[in-house]
């Protein structure tokens, strides 16, 4: 068992929907969570960094951790076809410096 | 630019040569990150640099591997004799590394193709 596990996708909604991309983990020493938007050919792009649990809101993103679950969220409102990307959720032991990462959710948004 | 720069963007050699890869991370940076991502494997870590302490090796996943950080700047992960499953992205990033679990900023990768 991977120690994040993300569904991959592909995942297609229209425009100006709400998106919510999930993760699961079972590292209970993840303290720090992250989520990472990569477009193809491209490195990933830190959208969100969050420590322990509650929520945490930037624009039109929101990330929710809640460690009772070991359940990690990315909601995106109002989206954009340019928020089409592969978005990667991952996390980090407290002193450790490796990331755990996702497989990563392919998004695409319809115009 | 002010990012994680890395070379080349693409890579193609054949199986057996060794290939060199070079990170040139955020100015004033002090940690150094190399991942590998791969299709079925997502994004693995390989080895980690903090300014004069030794590396983290502990995701190189053979003897085939190595990474050096010369002047605590510019890295350069080695791969010997290359075999058809090191066709892979690799990545770096950097962060500030003065505390740790600091976010961590990626290059764009160099794609290795070995055939």
């Known amino acids: 068992q991977k120690e994040v596990e993300q569904d991959p996708g592909p995942l297609s909604v229209p425009e100006g929907a709400i998106v919510s991309l999930n993760c699961t983990y079972s590292?209970?020493?993840?303290?720090?969570f992250m989520w990472y938007r990569q477009y193809s050919r491209k490195g990933p792009e830190l959208l969100m960094y969050?420590?322990?649990?509650g929520n945490k809101e930037d624009g039109r993103f929101t990330a929710q951790v809640d460690k009772s679950s070991k359940y990690i969220s990315l909601f995106i409102r109002d989206s954009q076809p340019s928020d089409s990307a592969t978005y990667l959720c991952?996390?980090?032991?407290?002193?450790?410096?490796?990331?755990?990462f996702g497989q990563g959710t392919r998004l695409t948004i319809n115009p | 630019g002010a990012g994680v720069s890395q070379s080349p963007s693409n890579k193609v050699t054949e199986k057996g040569k060794d290939v060199e890869l070079r990170c040139d991370p955020i100015?004033?940076?002090?940690?150094l990150y190399w991942y590998r991502q791969s299709l079925g494997q997502g994004l693995e870590f390989l080895i980690y640099f903090q300014g004069n302490s030794a590396p983290d090796k502990s995701g190189l996943p053979s003897d085939r591997f190595s990474a050096e950080r010369t002047g605590g700047s510019v890295s350069t992960l080695t791969i010997q004799r290359t075999q058809q499953e090191d066709s892979a992205v690799y990545l770096c990033?950097?962060?500030?590394?003065?505390?740790?679990?600091?976010?961590?900023?990626f290059g764009d990768g160099t794609r290795l193709s070995i055939l």
């Open positions: 969050t420590y322990s649990s």
């Open positions: 990033a950097s962060s500030l590394g003065d505390t740790t679990n600091q976010p961590q900023h």
């Open positions: 991952g996390g980090m032991v407290q002193g450790a410096q490796k990331l755990v």
């Open positions: 100015s004033g940076h002090t940690a």
């Open positions: 590292n209970s020493a993840f303290q720090y």
